[in-house]
């Protein structure tokens, strides 16, 4: 049996008024279902890990196999809750590790590491 590989993806949300968790979330399994139906919600088995409130950054992970289709979900993500949001991949990585090291560079990356 093979081991599943995962893909984690520093995503911008840059909007009039602050989203929530809770609402970002809702949206995004919208899009998901909307475009790529259930069976692309499933595949993609999009979690998320990391998310500021604050800066409008989120961490999110998904299976390998189904980046394209979270990168796709993300860029159609136009409304939250009814407010017009603008979503965005800033940086995606293999690895938690390698993906905080090259935004840790970038900016001293004071948003979605920080708990």
Do not use: P
């Not at 604050?54 to 939250?80: F, M, W």
């Not at 979503?87 to 690895?95: D, L």
């Amino acid at each position: 049996m093979q081991r599943e590989r995962w893909r984690y993806l520093l995503v911008r949300v840059v909007g009039d008024r602050k989203v929530s968790e809770e609402e970002f979330k809702i949206a995004l399994e919208d899009v998901l279902r909307c475009f790529f139906g259930l069976t692309g919600l499933l595949q993609a088995n999009l979690k998320i890990l990391r998310y500021s409130l604050e800066h409008g950054e989120v961490v999110l992970k998904s299976r390998a196999g189904s980046l394209n289709i979270v990168r796709s979900a993300v860029a159609l993500l136009t409304q939250v809750s009814g407010e017009t949001v603008s979503a965005f991949v800033v940086r995606c990585s293999g690895t938690l590790k390698a993906l905080r090291k090259a935004e840790c560079g970038r900016c001293k990356l004071h948003s979605a590491w920080r708990r």
